[in-house]
């Protein structure tokens, strides 16, 4: 089991895309585990017909705003934010080897 | 001393030209430097972007064009906030260095309404902690006791407040970030009803839970900041189309014939036996008002820290992907592909807290895996939202302790899962989105203060002021100056 865990937080690591030491990854794995034990009582209760609540929104329907077009950041602006940049286009290593 | 008025009372002078918002506005520059070195709340200060709207607020006010109750009132704002032209870090290494290229849409109303923005203030990298020592940028202290936290995430806005280094800030609370904190430190903190306060331009946590609220030092300066603050908002999908009622309108109205709720499930074995006191003797003070007092079960309530950390870091998870070092925020040097520059760039970027939520909500989320923990999860929470919803067929608000304890020590070592036990009693009402406030009900015999948490009916934070207020016109702490910043 905890060899298990262990498999799975270096996998669900490189899901989220963490760049985890070895260290890191052992720690991670132990307390892990000891939330899972805890988060295990849920399994406990009947929920037998009990509708999942997605979200706290109280009110029945969102409002839609009106499909039209709003003034928005613009490329320079956001292209500004970039720690990388040429112009208004963001630079990123080379995708395609 | 203009620093030691409350909110309310400045407001006052400021609309009767007794002081200018500019001899405020300096007189609290002079106050942040005499407290920051101690308590370290402020991550910025910024002194030139305050001076400049203080200077536009007396030229309202000469004009007789004073825009109300905020205008020229230095207040300071959570680093969760977007303001234009200000870095935002949220606590975060990854941040450093991202300036904000837009208001969200809480600051651009506090600016609407005249308020002085001075700076931004501490907090637990994206308001994952309890206690602000998970911000990357060195924790902030109680001021009623440095060597303790002032809680959190929002623990640099409850020690500002507490310290009189504003007259007011903002936070947000996804867990108890506004109240715990608030507690802690003796202020007054109120997270509305989800959907009352529009979440656009807040660095978002968990995007179902997150919500944007004041802390003041008395309720009817949160009162006051609600209001400016309150209403439906295009930019967010989740903010609420329903009309602001007048906050500070019931404030005086008393308790009388109102019934208050005191649920079983909040008063814990292990809890400190000064916060009990306190609080049971709050509820005393309540039924001496004419309040009826009537036990009640929230019977789910045990369940919900499982359920919160299951939701929550799986809401985490998706939000943070967006931190990856191509469009903004820092990157890791060096990297030779695209996947090697994100995934080095959050380690890199991320402090140990947010690591260890994003691999619990990733967890939670894979094949394999949701329907046991996040479905099953989202189903015990419409559980809680029903305890709530029942309850409050017979009473009009619940009475609790805000946290097991008052603040604790700086630096003490405890595994997660124990840290997340002392947020037990103010998870519930973010599950059910449901409004709470924290107001301050007494001190410990070491003086730390400890808060009461009032829990409301949806949309009624109005009837959660009027019932802070009452208690805070039999017991008011509000004007005892921590002695560390004394």
């Known amino acids: ?97 | 001393m203009i620093w030691r008025m409350t909110l309310g009372e400045l407001s006052a002078q400021l609309a009767s030209r007794a002081v200018s918002a500019r001899e405020a506005t300096l007189q609290q520059l002079e106050r942040i430097d005499a407290v920051e070195p101690k308590i370290h709340a402020f991550l910025r200060v910024d002194r030139e972007g305050a001076l400049a709207m203080a200077d536009a607020a007396d030229a309202r006010i000469q004009a007789g064009r004073r825009r109300g109750p905020l205008d020229g009132v230095p207040l300071a704002l959570k680093d969760a906030f977007n303001q234009l032209g200000t870095e935002t870090t949220a606590g975060s290494k990854i941040l450093r260095g991202y300036v904000s290229p837009y208001d969200a849409t809480a600051v651009a109303r506090l600016k609407d309404a005249g308020a002085v923005l001075l700076g931004k203030l501490n907090m637990d990298e994206f308001a994952m902690g309890s206690s602000t020592e998970h911000s990357a940028f060195g924790p902030t202290h109680n001021p009623w006791d440095l060597s303790r936290t002032p809680g959190g995430s929002s623990g640099g806005s409850s020690a500002a407040v507490a310290a009189r280094a504003c007259f007011g800030a903002l936070g947000t609370d996804t867990g108890g970030s506004i109240r715990q904190p608030a507690s802690h430190c003796g202020v007054v903190g109120l997270k509305p009803t989800y959907g009352r306060v529009s979440r656009y331009g807040v660095v978002a946590y968990a995007s179902s839970l997150d919500q944007v609220g004041p802390l003041a030092r008395t309720v009817a300066d949160c009162a006051l900041i609600l209001q400016a603050i309150a209403g439906p908002d295009p930019r967010d999908a989740t903010s609420a189309a329903r009309a602001v009622p007048d906050f500070g309108a019931g404030l005086n109205q008393g308790v009388a014939g109102l019934t208050l709720g005191v649920p079983s499930e909040y008063f814990v074995p292990g809890m400190d036996p000064e916060v009990e006191r306190a609080v049971r003797a709050a509820v005393e003070t309540y039924e001496a008002l004419g309040a009826r007092v009537v036990p009640v079960s929230l019977p789910h309530t045990r369940y919900a820290l499982s359920c919160y950390y299951l939701l929550a870091t799986a809401e985490a998870s998706s939000n943070l992907a967006r931190y990856d070092g191509v469009k903004f925020g820092q990157r890791a040097a060096g990297a030779q592909s695209v996947g090697e520059m994100v995934a080095r760039t959050r380690a890199e970027g991320f402090g140990p807290e947010v690591k260890r939520r994003i691999v619990l909500g990733t967890y939670a989320l894979s094949a394999g895996y949701y329907d046991a923990y996040t479905l099953r999860a989202q189903k015990v929470r419409t559980l809680i939202r029903r305890d709530f919803d029942q309850v409050f067929e017979r009473v009009d608000a619940l009475l609790t302790p805000t946290a097991p304890t008052p603040a604790f020590l700086l630096g003490e070592r405890a595994p997660p899962l124990q840290r997340y036990l002392g947020d037990v009693f103010t998870l519930s009402c973010n599950l059910a989105g449901i409004p709470g406030l924290s107001v301050p009900c007494g001190f410990t015999h070491a003086g730390l203060p400890v808060g009461m948490q009032l829990l409301g009916k949806p949309w009624d934070e109005a009837g959660l002021l009027r019932l802070a207020a009452a208690y805070e016109r039999e017991n008011d702490l509000s004007a005892r100056i921590p002695g560390a910043v004394a």
């Not at chain 1, 262990?6 to 490189?14: G, H, I």
């Not at chain 1, 037998?48 to 003034?71: F, N």
């Open chain 1, 1 to 97: 089991m905890a060899q298990d865990l262990a498999a799975q937080v270096r996998r669900v690591a490189a899901l989220s895309n963490l760049a985890l030491s070895e260290g890191e990854l052992g720690a991670l794995a132990g307390e892990l585990s000891v939330i899972l034990a805890h988060v295990a009582e849920l399994h406990a209760l009947d929920l037998a017909g009990v509708p999942p609540m997605t979200h706290a929104a109280l009110d029945e329907a969102p409002p839609l705003r009106e499909d039209s077009v709003c003034p928005s950041l613009g490329a320079e602006r956001a292209a500004a934010l970039a720690p990388e940049r040429e112009g208004t286009q963001v630079v990123v290593p080379r995708v395609i080897e």
